[in-house]
């Protein structure tokens, strides 16, 4: 599995504006949810998560996770600010893209090959200029593609 098979442009935001991170985890709650009850264990997941430490990729992205879905189910959103957002990051370097992923809550090895594809793919520097300059959510999907794309060619 791939961030790239899960991404859907309904679970795509263009210019959120950022309030807290509790606002935009439960914007992404939301995104990630099919019922009210689901969407209050996703929002809990990722702010369990975020206590253990800050999600925040570096230069600008940001890549909340939590553990609460079941089975094997996997959702991801893509939320792109309208302004850059004082995430807390270890580099001190405001959020612009944030890719949220909730997982099952029992976890395995594909799960974490996820984590770890996804972090690499979304810390290229030219995928997040691209995501940044995209106006729709088909551009988006486009530049991760490409992102995606060109990553595989580098392995």
């Not at 302004?83 to 809550?105: K, M, T, W």
């Amino acid at each position: 599995m791939k961030i790239i098979d899960l991404l859907e442009e309904d679970k795509m935001v263009l210019n959120h504006h950022f309030i807290s991170k509790k606002r935009l985890f439960e914007a992404m709650a939301g995104l990630l949810s099919k019922n009210d009850a689901e969407s209050l264990d996703i929002y809990h997941s990722l702010v369990e998560r975020e206590k253990l430490g800050n999600t925040s990729l570096g230069n600008g992205v940001a890549l909340p996770h939590g553990k609460c879905l079941p089975d094997n189910d996997i959702r991801a959103c893509v939320i792109k600010m309208s302004h850059a957002a004082d995430y807390e990051g270890i580099d001190n370097v405001p959020v612009n893209v944030v890719i949220g992923i909730a997982f099952p809550l029992e976890t395995n090895d594909s799960h974490q090959d996820l984590m770890t594809e996804t972090a690499f793919l979304f810390r290229q520097h030219r995928l997040y200029k691209n995501i940044l300059q995209a106006k729709s959510k088909e551009q988006i999907t486009e530049e991760i593609l490409k992102g995606f794309q060109l990553c595989n060619n580098w392995s």
